[in-house]
């Protein structure tokens, strides 16, 4: 399998495990550690597929999310998201929801902890289904 | 909230020193007699003019001027009366009041008694003028008071009248207005006096009567008005109350969201590199290690839930739960619910039977926590149950839907029964690996929609382990908590 994956995730041990499990699947792995530092990647780097942790520290994911909605980031609009959290999905929607008015439109949803043979599944789904649009 | 806290400032409520408006328009009324005064007599002087002028009728005028100079020496005094009555104590207004205005009245009617005395006795018209200080007098005075001012009137004018025919008192004649000889025609005299008494008694009647009912009813828009304030500070306090309660509960469910992830997130960093090392991710490990990694992970599993079972029971009680409701399809919830437990029922080679009727209404509620209590229900079930069948009713009664999740399993000990809901019990014939909160916690949900929540064992007449039933209501009346 190839294809660069984003993780992003305040959480340098989740970031590790998940770089782990990925590579061990030959995708090539970059990290960044809050959604600032997430966006600069994304635009840097390009990748195929952006796995998001909702809550940190400066821009959580929920920012994250909004800000791409921005007609700026339209050329990266069409890079899946996968969100990676503790918090439950039905949370997570309802406060988006909440906070924007507009559902929370990601590609994929696992909350943590998370099974390496899920994750592995749900990212290898979400970069067929680009690689295919 | 904000808004509610800082909106705490009071109604004006009467202040001790300050009048009531029945005070207040009864220093009004006096301030009204005085300038009515000052225009009386502009009108007696132009009445005079007029008559003798215009209308020829011959009477000396000079006693007419004299009287009027009279009247307006006292109603400057009247003035200065009613200024020291302003500055009298407030208990002491009313009493002073009436006393004034009484007298106010009393030398009125001197004064016209006098004017008509000079001006024709009988033969004078104007004399009907006594039913304005009657209407007046029945504007502040007591019911008592008007009836005798009444009297004092038809007595003096009886007095002039009588005194003058009888040839006591001069008689003053109307030249070119009434005949000279009027004035000891007694039918005449009678019959004037009875419309007179007639006219004031009458006037008083109805006149005391309208003032009354409008005191009446300004006393009570005054009570009324009184009530209604302090209802409104009481509703304002209650307001401010409910923002601080809400306040207060946001503060907690901040605090236990962030509880919740600071405390999962160490085990969830855990738990992924334990996976991890399970999956063979970081190379090959012993049989024996991955072993002691799996009973690893699968504490650190036991301790996340018990972390979000108890943090579910504040967010519960603290009524977000009712927050999360809106109208949701029952069909949906159970299909979610079943087939995140189908796996394992298959697993253990249990058949899952499914009975819902086809229609089931909408209801109020909050999907993700009816999907939790179904789950936790079935996934019970299917835990006591070794081998047979496990089946998931739902219909719709008259006010509410019937949910029953029934086993083919081991049951419930009847001891243990009484406290199947309760927190931290585990059954005690089994030996449970659960946090003993999933059925307090689902006991707590449905309380919150409204509903009931009950379990029998063994059912009666059947095969079944045990039966758990809920109802949810049809209408929404989520139950405060």
């Not at chain 2, 300050?18 to 009445?47: N, Q, S, Y």
């Not at chain 2, 003096?156 to 005194?163: E, K, N, P, T």
């Not at chain 2, 009458?202 to 300004?218: D, L, N, P, Q, W």
């Not at chain 2, 579910?312 to 159970?334: A, F, N, T, Y």
Request: proline share 4%.
């Amino acid at each position: 399998m190839t294809g660069k994956i984003l993780v992003v995730d305040d959480d340098p041990d989740i970031l590790d495990a998940v770089a782990m499990i990925l590579e061990s699947q030959g995708y090539k792995v970059v990290t960044a550690r809050d959604g600032v530092e997430g966006l600069a990647t994304l635009k840097a780097e390009r990748p195929d597929l952006m796995i998001l942790d909702l809550l940190m520290p400066k821009m959580d994911g929920f920012a994250v999310c909004k800000e791409l909605q921005d007609a700026r980031w339209a050329e990266y609009r069409k890079t899946p998201i996968l969100i990676l959290t503790s918090v439950r999905e039905d949370a997570s929607r309802r406060r988006y929801e909440l906070e924007t008015g507009v559902e929370l439109d990601v590609d994929d949803y696992l909350e943590k902890p998370m099974s390496p043979d899920v994750l592995i599944k749900m990212v290898s789904t979400s970069i067929e289904k680009k690689k295919s649009r | 909230m904000a808004t509610l806290k800082n909106n705490s400032r009071k109604l004006p409520i009467r202040p001790e020193t300050e009048r009531t408006p029945e005070e207040e328009t009864l220093v009004m009324r006096l301030d009204m007699f005085i300038k009515m005064r000052w225009v009386a007599i502009l009108g007696v002087v132009l009445v005079t003019i007029v008559a003798r002028y215009a209308f020829n009728i011959v009477f000396p005028t000079l006693p007419v001027y004299i009287v009027c100079v009279f009247i307006a020496l006292y109603n400057l005094l009247l003035t200065t009366q009613l200024r020291e009555l302003n500055k009298s104590p407030a208990d002491q207004i009313i009493p002073s009041a009436r006393r004034q205005g009484y007298f106010h009245i009393i030398f009125d009617m001197l004064a016209l008694t006098v004017l008509l005395h000079f001006t024709g006795g009988m033969e004078n018209p104007f004399v009907y003028l006594f039913v304005f200080h009657i209407v007046m007098a029945s504007l502040g005075l007591k019911y008592r008071e008007v009836y005798l001012l009444c009297t004092v009137a038809v007595v003096m004018v009886a007095s002039l009248y009588g005194l003058e025919a009888a040839g006591i008192v001069p008689h003053v004649n109307l030249e070119g207005f009434v005949l000279p000889t009027r004035y000891q025609e007694t039918s005449r005299i009678a019959a004037q006096l009875v419309v007179l008494a007639v006219l004031l008694y009458g006037t008083a009647y109805m006149s005391t009567a309208i003032v009354g009912e409008m005191r009446r009813r300004r006393r009570e828009v005054v009570l009324r008005s009184q009530e209604l304030a302090e209802k409104i500070n009481e509703l304002e306090s209650a307001f401010g109350e409910i923002g601080k309660l809400k306040e207060e509960r946001d503060k907690l469910l901040y605090f236990i969201g962030v509880a919740a992830h600071d405390l999962k997130a160490p085990l969830t960093a855990i738990q992924g590199f334990l996976w991890v090392m399970i999956g063979g991710f970081t190379g090959e490990i012993t049989e024996k290690q991955k072993n002691l990694l799996e009973r690893s992970a699968a504490r650190i599993n036991e301790l996340m839930r018990l972390i979000s079972d108890l943090l579910d029971i504040p967010r519960i009680e603290s009524g977000q739960i009712v927050e999360e409701m809106k109208e949701i399809s029952l069909h949906q919830v159970i299909f979610h619910s079943i087939e995140v437990q189908r796996n394992l029922a298959e697993t253990k080679g249990l058949v899952l039977k499914v009975e819902i009727s086809k229609e089931l209404p909408r209801i109020m509620g909050s999907a993700p926590r009816l999907q939790q209590v179904l789950n936790n229900l079935v996934y019970n079930a299917i835990r006591y149950t070794p081998k047979g069948t496990i089946t998931v009713n739902a219909q719709e009664r008259e006010a509410d839907v019937l949910f029953e999740v029934i086993d083919t399993g081991i049951g419930i000990p009847p001891e243990d029964m009484s406290r199947l809901f309760q927190d931290f019990f585990r059954g005690s014939n089994v030996e449970s690996k659960g946090t003993g909160l999933g059925l307090s916690i689902s006991r707590r949900i449905i309380e919150a929609h409204g509903g009931r929540i009950w379990a029998e064992s063994p059912c009666h007449g059947t095969s079944c382990g045990s039966k758990f039933s809920f109802t949810l209501p049809k209408m929404s009346k989520p139950r405060k908590s």
